[in-house]
Nanobody, 115 residues
């Protein structure tokens, strides 16, 4: 099995920055795309950003120009640099991995942006 462990969440003031990290471990055969999703209570989980094995990226419109996703294939890791954070970015951020046709999710890390 593959596990994902996220880190880097926390409390920050509006306009501040945070960097999320996610590391995959376990029986990794071939990593597929990796990404970050977020969820607030009462709403569906939404895509924030994702990156393919070839490095192509995709972002939610609400974070374009503020967030940047990157990955380290050697470390089986994906990162999310979040700049100019807004209160609307407050959510639990979940790491996602597509591995051999299955979806793997991390437990999530809380990001809270105060106004």
């Amino acid at each position: 099995q593959v596990q994902l462990v996220e880190s880097g969440g926390g409390l920050v003031q509006a306009g501040g920055s945070l960097r999320l990290s996610c590391v995959a471990s376990g029986t990794i055969i071939r990593l597929g795309s990796m990404g970050w999703y977020r969820q607030v209570p009462g709403k569906q989980r939404e895509l924030v950003a994702r990156i393919t094995v070839t490095g192509d990226t995709d972002y939610a419109d609400s974070v374009k120009g503020r967030f940047a996703i990157s990955r380290n294939k050697i470390r089986n890791a994906v990162y999310l640099q979040m700049n100019n954070l807004e209160p609307e970015d407050t959510a639990v951020y979940h790491c996602h991995l597509h591995h051999l046709g299955t979806d793997v999710w991390g437990q999530g890390t809380q990001v809270t942006v105060s106004s």
